[in-house]
């Protein structure tokens, strides 16, 4: 089993900036690609970013590509979320996801993919 816990969420002004964390326990997580994921309001969950199991490769969504930016720390039991420039139209509750991977280097965007979440934290953005 793996468990996540996100953090880092907070009310915040458009233009500024956030980290989110999760932190991962629980089986051999080092060798789980990661994702973010975001739900707004009456929306469907979406793919925001997500790294490899070795780090060195991520994927971002259109709509955040150049603000945001995903890494996970060297022992891999942390993944965060650095978000600048927000804007209000980024206001979601924010999901950390684990996917069993075969490989050191695969990405995954399917929110099918994904097998363990975390119970999300709220990020409200401000015009």
């Known amino acids: 089993q793996v468990q996540l816990v996100e953090s880092g969420g907070g009310l915040v002004q458009a233009g500024v900036s956030l980290r989110l964390s999760c932190a991962a326990s629980?089986?051999?997580?080092?060798?789980?690609?990661m994702g973010w994921f975001r739900q707004a309001p009456g929306k469907e969950r979406e793919f925001v970013a997500a790294?490899?199991?070795?780090?060195?490769?991520?994927t971002y969504s259109d709509s955040v590509k150049g603000r945001f930016t995903i890494s996970r720390d060297s022992i891999k039991t942390t993944v965060s979320l650095q978000m600048n420039n927000l804007k209000p139209e980024d206001t979601a509750v924010y999901y950390c996801?684990?996917?069993?991977?075969?490989?050191?280097?695969?990405?995954?965007?399917?929110?099918?993919?994904?097998?363990?979440w975390g119970r999300g934290t709220q990020v409200t953005v401000s015009s």
């Open positions: 996801a684990a996917a069993r991977t075969v490989g050191p280097y695969l990405l995954k965007k399917d929110i099918k993919e994904y097998d363990y």
């Open positions: 790294i490899s199991w070795s780090g060195t490769s991520t």
């Open positions: 629980g089986a051999i997580i080092g060798t789980y690609a």
